[in-house]
């Protein structure tokens, strides 16, 4: 069941979701970035902190 789900939820995006959107989504996966101006390293490491227990609760 919940590999039809999300075959029907892929066909969707395909359908509805313009091939520019998705190869900028793919580039962006693909090429390194600085963070954001203004983040500190403080920051990113709470980021990675509270996403790792809250992805395993949920």
């Known amino acids: 069941m919940v590999g039809t789900i999300l075959l029907a939820l892929v066909a969707v995006d395909l359908l509805v979701v313009p091939f ?4 900028e989504g ?6 390194p ?3 954001p101006a203004g983040i500190t390293a403080t920051q990113l490491g709470a980021l ?8 395993g609760l949920n």
């Open 20 to 23: 520019s959107q998705w190869w």
């Open 33 to 35: 970035a600085a963070p």
């Open 26 to 31: 793919i580039r962006g996966f693909l090429t």
């Open 48 to 55: 990675a902190g509270f996403t790792a227990p809250a992805s």
